[in-house]
């Protein structure tokens, strides 16, 4: 998911510089290099000035457009109206990229002033009755030339300019252009004020996520942790003023060795629930009664259109179209993801015995006897198979597997170009062509003020120019990967950390090769836009890859093929948890939205808790992210859709058979294909229609339980 201080980054620290008086980095031309903004001149006030240009210039566009007296067509409504807000978008993408990793109290303070600007500014031009119906004129003009003279319409429009017809039409319904007087001014008071019920939510939990601690006070209470680890919460316990102690935070490289390595089930015990309870606890930063409201103000909006349920509304336009087809995919992966489930709690159980710990399992139990399961039978040391996975030597793995598929080479430019943020390195990405394709930024350390998880964001999105030249994206991955223990030290980490580089530089990939020319056909269908990442995630592991980039950081080693091996046999253990974990998220987002009224006192964690104890999942296991952490859901762009990873699932390990069956996973031909149907054209046409031509049929759910171990293989 995309979400959205060191010193160098000044992003709002000081008031109103000298700077800002000659000129404003987000409203006039970059003189740095490629053209990148110098993001640590900009302050708030920049940010606050920009976007009230940005929406000044998009009006008056709008007003042009609108008082126009020639015929609406394609050029002077459609492609004007795409092209409007240039400016905007500038500032926009940068304030979410830098807000969502560098958010500071006066950041924050400037969310609420601005995006309730935003959202009021969004139904201004969805709303316009003047504008849709223009738009209108051209859509039914060129849908009605679709059936009746397919030579006139591609006379007057290519498929690129068509689809945008489509889409841009589309993205006025669904934002209330046909609706009633009445029922669009109902429209915008619900839009504004799930604004800032969805932004007051994702500044709890940051707050919750960040300031969170479970202190303890002496050493010998962490049994199973590394020294690295021990280092960090040593230090994290100094910077909140408790030298002498331990800290750990909810940000998972400082909570999740814990949970997998410590051996004090107390300590275990304590993080867990502070983990799992964010957002749940009764301070100001409880976001229950915030959920609750959200959920219930998304079902009145889908009423406005004529819709039983929000998920109604929101899935049509996506690959699943219902959610009865969703609920078909979640049910026909739970079954033997719970069975297995079972399975791997049973050797808990009987790991825990032999600690001399009678009982069941509870939930900060799991991953902790997971990890020792998994030691003891497949002789697996997570932290000596960390030692192979330096992070400098991973990205030259990940820029490997690039080079060999799309044939992409890097050079690091760091000092040369503006700083993203003081940690992280710019790298000028070439195709195979030796043109400048994008530039790349690895942000890939927790620090205060960040996001939890992982994701990837833009700075600026592929484009052409009026003249047809094409605009150099800037991609930032954004995550919350191991840092050193101190400087000079190696930053290690563990197979998921692994994994999570793969997955968000497979985003970075497609949107690097994304090849449109029209901002309404830039996005794909949610469960269409995790393909690229995770099907990216396959070659992590590779044996043939691994040779290449798991080098052990001290003596330089490749990884043994005995450890390769181990590593091979292990992989699906662990994953009825993990299916399980995340499909419980997943059935709780689709409930949520699924519902057609809010009983009076909803209680919307303990109906959580109902509706999976319903479907059989067992007590001691939580979804992935509860109700009130769940931003994916409920603070960001994935209502309805937490799905949408195990759908792009069924896709990616089908795509990957593709690969397999030529013999040669780093096949380039097929690569080729892929790039050319799956990453080039954006949402110029739907996901379905988009895979069937890289993989000539449908994709087979097989390849996605062989892959999770919940099947037996070929």
């Not at 609108?66 to 795409?82: E, G, H, L, M, Y």
């Not at 040593?234 to 400082?254: H, I, T, V």
């Amino acid at each position: 998911m995309k979400k959205i201080i060191p010193a160098l980054f000044i992003l709002g620290g000081i008031a109103t510089s000298c700077k800002q008086e000659i000129m404003n980095p987000l409203t006039t031309p970059s003189e740095e290099k490629f053209g990148i903004e110098p993001y640590s001149l900009i302050t708030v006030d920049h940010y606050r000035e920009a976007f009230e240009e940005g929406m000044k210039a998009q009006n008056a566009h709008i007003a042009a457009i609108v008082s126009d007296t020639a015929a609406p067509d394609f050029q002077n409504t459609i492609a004007a109206f795409d092209q409007s807000g240039a400016e905007l978008d500038r500032t926009s993408l940068i304030f979410s990229a830098l807000s969502g990793s560098n958010s500071t109290e006066e950041i924050r303070k400037f969310e609420t002033e601005i995006y309730p600007k935003l959202a009021s500014h969004s139904d201004d031009l969805f709303l316009n009755h003047e504008l849709f119906m223009r738009v209108k004129a051209v859509y039914d003009r060129l849908t009605a030339l679709e059936k009746s003279d397919t030579a006139a319409l591609h006379r007057l429009v290519n498929h690129e300019q068509f689809s945008t017809v489509k889409k841009i039409y589309r993205d006025f319904e669904t934002a209330g252009a046909a609706l009633s007087e009445k029922q669009q001014e109902r429209l915008r008071e619900l839009n504004l004020k799930l604004s800032e019920l969805e932004l007051q939510f994702s500044q709890n939990l940051l707050h919750e996520t960040n300031n969170t601690y479970v202190f303890v006070e002496h050493r010998e209470e962490l049994p199973g942790l590394s020294e690295s680890d021990i280092a960090a919460a040593a230090q994290m316990a100094k910077e909140q003023g408790k030298e002498g102690q331990y800290a750990f935070n909810m940000q998972r490289p400082s909570c999740y060795p814990v949970l997998q390595n410590c051996s004090n089930r107390e300590v275990r015990r304590k993080v867990y629930e502070a983990y799992y309870g964010r957002g749940n606890q009764k301070n100001e930063w409880n976001n229950a009664d915030i959920a609750r409201q959200i959920v219930e103000l998304r079902i009145e909006k889908a009423r406005l259109f004529g819709h039983d349920t929000s998920a109604e509304m929101i899935l049509k336009e996506r690959m699943a179209k219902t959610p009865e087809a969703v609920y078909r995919l979640l049910d026909e992966v739970w079954k033997p993801a719970v069975g297995k489930l079972k399975e791997e709690l049973a050797d808990i159980q009987q790991e825990m015995k032999a600690d001399g710990i009678e009982g069941e399992p509870m939930g900060w139990d799991i991953m902790y006897y997971l990890t020792k399961v998994k030691a003891s039978k497949f002789q697996m040391d997570e932290q000596q198979l960390s030692e192979y996975f330096e992070i400098n030597n991973v990205l030259k793995g990940i820029f490997h597997v690039a080079e060999k598929l799309y044939g992409l080479t890097f050079k690091e430019i760091t000092p040369e170009v503006p700083a993203y943020e003081p940690s992280a390195k710019a790298w000028q990405v070439f195709d195979k062509d030796g043109s400048t394709l994008a530039i790349f930024y690895s942000d890939y350390y927790p620090r205060d003020g960040k996001g939890a998880g992982a994701w990837m964001t833009e700075l600026r999105r592929q484009a052409y120019d009026a003249e047809g030249k094409r605009q150099i994206p800037v991609i930032v991955n954004v995550c919350n990967m191991t840092k050193p223990a101190a400087e000079g030290e190696p930053a290690l980490q563990s197979i998921d950390n692994v994994l999570t580089m793969f997955h968000e530089f497979g985003h970075a990939l497609h949107f690097m090769l994304h090849d449109v020319h029209y901002n309404a056909v830039y996005d794909v269908e949610t469960d269409f836009v995790e393909l690229p990442s995770q099907v990216n995630e396959h070659w992590a592991l590779d044996p043939a890859v691994l040779a290449v980039y798991a080098k052990h950081y001290k003596t330089g080693a490749t990884i043994p093929d005995s450890l390769v091996a181990k590593l091979d046999a292990s992989n699906k253990f662990g994953q009825g948890f993990a299916t399980v974990e995340y499909l419980a998220a997943s059935y709780v987002d689709m409930d949520l939205h699924t519902l057609k009224t809010l009983p009076q006192h909803f209680d919307i964690m303990q109906y959580e808790t109902s509706q999976l104890l319903s479907r059989g999942i067992p007590q001691q296991v939580y979804p992935r992210y509860r109700v009130t952490n769940f931003s994916h859901s409920l603070g960001g762009g994935y209502a309805a859709g937490y799905y949408c990873y195990l759908w792009s699932e069924v896709l990616d390990a089908d795509a990957f058979e593709a690969y397999k069956e030529t013999g040669n996973v780093l096949n380039p031909e097929v690569a080729a294909r892929f790039r050319k149907f799956c990453l080039m054209p954006g949402g110029i046409d739907d996901g379905m229609t988009m895979y069937k031509r890289f993989r000539g049929k449908e994709p087979q759910i097989e390849a996605l339980l062989r892959n999770r171990g919940l099947i037996p293989a070929k």
